[in-house]
């Protein structure tokens, strides 16, 4: 007979063996998460999260050339874009259509951003807004505080399921459910290219001053400033802005944020009225996914992008607090 203290121990040794079959198949083991998990760090799951921030420091080693760094700020652009208009605006409230083919498209972009799958992103999504700054909401400022609002949320293993019964709409579609439960393969993908890419500079165009390695380096310098630009929606638009109307929520406007998201800054716009595909309500809000979406949209990929509604402009401005 065992005793309960080897049974802990074969428990703990389990879910520890789970966190690394996770770095590869996200959705291992999810069954055996419960729903009222305690919202703590899983620091084995987490391992090649802090790896990628450590290694921004190679770039100390590498250097840098003006390609690798207009590389970086192209991949930033690139992905910053395929979040704000595909896994936000597409994936969780669905204010454009497109092809089942598109769709697809959007979603290897997307993945190629390290935030997760589709499912994933859109289920946490589409929860924080119905519970919006309640105390269920896992990356809420005002309930749980900068740091856990900011990044620890993410990195507990109580979030890491998908919740497909969030997400039916998008369920259904198989190469989706492969993106989401194999999320580091488009990721990975994307790294090896970068090395790939840099090689072949480094041979054929040599005046450019790059290599592999250093390609690489600033690869992952992209995807790191591209978390944390994300992030400051959940820890930062909740706090930090003015507020336009009265929603039952903190959320904020915020211009600098607009800047860094590509207009996800208009947040206390987009909590009013979230099923438009553009969160510049105004014409001097600058909205450069909205644009992007516009462009789309003229060349045929997208369509019936959802406006603001005039009465929705005319709602009664909030009081500032």
């Not at 996770?22 to 790896?51: H, K, M, N, T």
């Not at 989706?176 to 439960?181: A, E, I, M, N, V």
């Not at 510049?280 to 959802?306: A, C, I, K, M, N």
Request: charged share 15%; with cysteine.
């Amino acid at each position: 007979m065992t005793s309960p203290a080897h049974n802990a121990r074969a428990t703990d040794t389990r879910g520890r063996s789970m966190a690394f079959v996770r770095w590869f198949d996200s959705w291992a083991g999810g069954e055996a998460i419960r729903a009222d998990e305690p919202q703590r760090v899983d620091w084995v799951r987490c391992i090649p999260f802090a790896l990628m921030h450590l290694a921004c420091f190679a770039v100390l080693w590498t250097g840098w050339s003006p390609f690798a760094a207009g590389w970086a700020v192209a991949l930033y652009l690139v992905r910053m874009f395929a979040i704000t208009g595909f896994y936000h605006r597409y994936f969780s409230h669905r204010t454009f259509k497109t092809t089942r083919a598109g769709q697809f498209a959007f979603a290897l972009l997307g993945a190629s951003s390290i935030q997760r799958g589709p499912l994933w992103w859109a289920a946490h999504h589409r929860r924080h807004h119905r519970h919006s700054d309640e105390a269920v909401d896992v990356h809420s400022p005002i309930h749980h505080g900068f740091l856990w609002s900011h990044i620890g949320w993410i990195c507990s293993r109580a979030n890491f399921p998908t919740h497909l019964a969030e997400v039916p709409d998008l369920a259904k579609y198989p190469e989706l459910r492969f993106l989401d439960r194999f999320d580091i393969l488009v990721p990975a993908l994307l790294l090896a290219f970068s090395l790939g890419l840099g090689e072949a500079l480094q041979a054929w165009a040599p005046h450019l001053g790059v290599d592999g390695w250093q390609l690489l380096a600033w690869t992952i310098v992209s995807t790191v400033v591209l978390y944390h630009g994300t992030f400051t929606i959940n820890s930062l638009s909740h706090v930090f802005g003015t507020r336009r109307f009265a929603t039952k929520d903190g959320s904020r406007n915020n211009p600098l944020l607009a800047v860094i998201t590509l207009g996800e800054g208009w947040h206390n716009n987009h909590h009013h009225y979230p099923m438009t595909a553009r969160q510049g309500f105004r014409w001097w809000e600058y909205d450069p996914t909205w644009y992007g979406l516009v462009v789309l949209s003229w060349l045929g990929l997208v369509w019936d992008l959802r406006p603001v509604p005039a009465h929705v402009l005319d709602m009664r401005r909030a009081d500032r607090r």
